[in-house]
């Protein structure tokens, strides 16, 4: 038994089919060591557990790598006798891309913010926060860690949101970026 999820998952309408042995349908799971897992579960009776396995699915050209956490858990019968294993999965393909997208272009930051002039990163990050909200002015701020290496970095808007009543007090002033080396922490 399978739900329709399972065979979109798996690679679509030529392999929505039951009756055969999981091995025989996906053989790409053989070479991986699923299906030698889902037996020990079958055989021992423990179940086993995985989080962001790392899954190919398909063979040659239609191949695609996917992320799971699942679970393999013996049906046990009235006397306690394995009668077989359920698998329950969800792909987690998306969160561990955009985790190692994320990880890319920290990385990227990183090596561009020890390459350039410290005042030029500087300008560039907040020239590219006032882009993504031009009608609103905001608070960029860069800390370093405390060893120097590594960069922070975070925005909010540098005034209440229009839902508040407007202040009395004069309207903010964008700072600029200094022009020689910052301290520690260094604010737009």
């Known amino acids: 038994m399978a739900n329709p999820a399972f065979f979109e998952t798996i690679g679509g309408p030529e392999r929505t089919r039951t009756g055969l042995p999981i091995g025989q349908l996906m053989p790409e799971l053989v070479e991986q060591g699923f299906i030698t897992l889902l037996d020990r579960v079958y055989r021992t009776g423990e179940p086993y557990t995985a989080r962001e396995a790392r899954v190919?699915?398909?063979?040659?050209?239609?191949?695609?790598?996917?992320?799971?956490?699942?679970?393999?858990?013996?049906?046990?019968?009235?006397?306690?006798?394995?009668?077989g294993v359920r698998v329950i999965g969800v792909e987690s393909t998306q969160v561990k891309q955009a985790q190692r997208m994320?990880?890319?272009?920290?990385?990227?930051?990183?090596?561009?913010a020890r390459q350039a002039p410290l005042p030029d990163v500087l300008d560039g990050m907040a020239r590219a926060i006032e882009d993504l909200a031009p009608e609103e002015v905001l608070v960029s701020v860069l800390l370093a860690d405390a060893d120097?290496?590594?960069?922070?970095?975070?925005?909010?808007?540098?005034?209440?949101?229009?839902?508040?009543?407007?202040?009395?007090?004069?309207?903010?002033?964008?700072?600029?970026?200094?022009?020689?080396?910052?301290?520690?922490?260094?604010?737009r």
């Open 102 to 112: 994320t990880a890319e272009h920290g990385a990227l930051l990183e090596q561009i």
């Open 56 to 83: 190919l699915l398909g063979v040659g050209a239609d191949a695609r790598e996917g992320f799971f956490d699942f679970s393999y858990e013996p049906r046990l019968d009235a006397g306690g006798n394995v009668m």
């Open 148 to 187: 120097g290496r590594h960069l922070r970095h975070g925005a909010a808007p540098a005034r209440p949101s229009s839902t508040t009543r407007p202040s009395t007090a004069s309207p903010p002033v964008k700072a600029s970026a200094p022009a020689g080396p910052p301290p520690t922490g260094a604010s």
